[in-house]
């Protein structure tokens, strides 16, 4: 398996950062609806943006990855395990 080490610069970071406190908020914000007995549509209104939000954050993460990790991994002399890597990766959150 390839190693593992950080692998984000420092402005996609920034970009990860601010997209996971927006979904941080989406789920207070959820939370506070529970805590509120709103309407049950509504609050499945908000449950289907955070889903998104978390689905686009993972394109995200994969592009990351194969942008960085695993091409970095497959050019070294090290690439033991990138291939097995990357399809348990691709298949993993494909879905």
């Known amino acids: 398996m390839a190693k593992k080490q950080a692998q984000m610069a420092e402005s996609k970071r920034g970009g990860a950062l601010q997209r996971l406190n927006r979904i941080e908020g989406q789920v207070r914000g959820l939370k506070k609806m529970v805590e509120e007995d709103r ?16 689905r686009g954050f993972t394109k ?16 070294s002399a090290d690439s033991d395990g990138i291939y097995d890597e990357l399809m348990d990766v691709i298949f993993k959150y494909s879905k």
Request: charge should be neutral; include cysteine; aromatic fraction near 10%.
């Open 39 to 54: 309407y049950c549509v509504e609050i499945l209104t908000q449950v289907s943006s955070v889903q998104e939000a978390l």
């Open 60 to 75: 995200f993460m994969m592009r990351n990855y194969l942008e960085t990790c695993a091409t970095k991994a497959i050019r």
